[in-house]
């Protein structure tokens, strides 16, 4: 394959996924290839997928159907990539079941999908790259800036086992990134004009304990020391790697925005320990009541999972309690869902498919509810807003992020990459909308 041709990238799933999209991109590029439009215009095509959740990989089996005539089709040579989580969970099943499959890259041979592609090329059977022991961490660096933001990975894997969850098997143990390259990566990213970053890892705030590096909350005070970073953002932390002191520590930092995502899982303790989340509710509303002492007018958003194995009305009830305690601004709320791998699967007390739908659509109601109320307090407050791009709906409009996340729709042709002044107007479905302060 030569400096001709295309590649197109299909992303399923979480952050990390999509950041590891970049990289496969840049790895192709390197290599003088091409984006392509669309899949019908490429000579590679790569579907980064995720294996979290059921539906998930419902929707990658799905475009493995439509792949499956797709070369015949379109009389077309494309070489079809099966990458990421559910790669390296089912890849090898996947490409017997589905021939189209030229090769399979798991969770550590991210970079290296494109000598894998031109591999196949020239051979008869799929290239299948499944081994975890030699992950490698970006070596794009500021190449990775998406225009005024960029995604940083600080940390890959993760060593909690949570019971209900497969990332651990699928992506190892936690590996973190060497402090002096991050640092540089995101002095080269701020030299290429880029204000936002993004501190990315599946737990960032275990950062550092696995090979004696500086803390995480060490490396936000000297990012935020970093001339031309503006916003400083990162996800996901887990709770039991946070306390008073370090939200205490990160009220100091002017650049770090005003916004946790902080998954709770469950309101119930019992729940809690057989998730293995390794913290108790307590200790959650601690951190809690941390963050609305220290940074007040932080936004919270979270995880929730209903219907985990042998969840009572009663585990429930607690989880409905500490929503309407809490009051996030925003939450994720999902149907546990079995895995191949984890360990709640072994619990028998399953909880039938009408339950945990009934329980989560009430909980989807109240935090609905919860949303709009918080919003509503928004209308009328002056804010820095950071212009993001054009909006869908109307493209003389602007959407743009506020430093707590809210989303805010502004009539202004600012581009993209612009901090404005703005008042807060109204809410429009879940958006605020807002007007530029001049």
């Not at 959740?53 to 792949?67: I, K, W």
């Not at 081994?131 to 490698?136: A, G, I, P, V, W």
């Not at 060497?178 to 995101?186: A, K, L, M, N």
């Not at 909980?363 to 918080?374: D, F, G, P, T, V």
């Amino acid at each position: 394959m030569g400096n001709n041709k295309s590649y197109y990238i299909e992303t399923f799933g979480c952050e990390m996924n999509k950041s590891d999209s970049i990289d496969i991109a840049l790895s192709f590029e390197e290599r003088g290839y091409k984006k392509a439009k669309s899949e019908i215009d490429a000579d590679v095509i790569i579907l980064n997928t995720c294996a979290v959740r059921e539906n998930a990989e419902e929707r990658v089996l799905g475009r493995l159907g439509y792949y499956r005539s797709f070369k015949e089709r379109y009389n077309r040579e494309t070489v079809i990539v099966l990458a990421g989580c559910m790669a390296q969970e089912r890849g090898q099943d996947l490409a017997r079941y589905f021939p189209e499959i030229d090769v399979v890259s798991g969770t550590c041979h991210i970079m290296d999908i494109p000598g894998f592609a031109e591999e196949r090329s020239g051979s008869k059977g799929p290239v299948i790259a499944l081994d975890k022991n030699d992950y490698r961490f970006s070596g794009y660096r500021g190449k990775r800036a998406e225009g005024y933001k960029a995604w940083v990975n600080i940390i890959t894997g993760c060593s909690n086992y949570c019971s209900y969850c497969v990332v651990p098997y699928l992506r190892g143990a936690e590996k973190s990134k060497s402090s002096s390259e991050i640092i540089t990566e995101i002095y080269e990213l701020a030299d290429r004009g880029v204000v936002e970053i993004n501190l990315l890892g599946q737990n960032v705030n275990s950062y550092g304990k696995d090979n004696n590096d500086i803390s995480f909350i060490e490396l936000l005070e000297k990012i935020n020391d970093i001339e031309g970073i503006k916003w400083i953002r990162f996800i996901t932390s887990h709770p039991k790697d946070f306390n008073e002191e370090i939200v205490k520590r990160i009220s100091t930092l002017k650049k770090v925005c005003k916004h946790f995502h902080l998954p709770v899982q469950s309101g119930s303790d019992r729940i809690l320990k057989l998730m293995n989340r390794k913290y108790t509710v307590e200790h959650y509303m601690d951190i809690i009541g941390a963050i609305r002492t220290y940074i007040p007018g932080a936004s919270i958003g979270t995880d929730i999972i209903v219907g985990f194995p042998s969840e009572s009305e009663e585990d429930y009830d607690q989880t409905l309690d500490l929503v309407m305690s809490v009051l996030f601004d925003d939450a994720f709320t999902y149907i546990y869902s079995e895995r191949q791998f984890e360990k709640a699967r072994d619990i028998p007390e399953k909880i039938p498919p009408e339950i945990s739908k009934k329980r989560i659509e009430t909980l989807i109601m109240l935090q609905r509810r919860i949303s709009y109320e918080k919003n509503t307090e928004e209308i009328g407050t002056e804010k820095t807003a950071l212009t993001i791009g054009e909006s869908k709906k109307d493209p003389s409009e602007m959407l743009c992020k506020t430093e707590t996340g809210k989303m805010v729709v502004v009539n202004t042709k600012a581009p993209a990459g612009r901090f404005l002044d703005i008042r807060v107007t109204g809410i429009s479905g879940n958006t605020l909308r807002g007007k530029e302060i001049t």
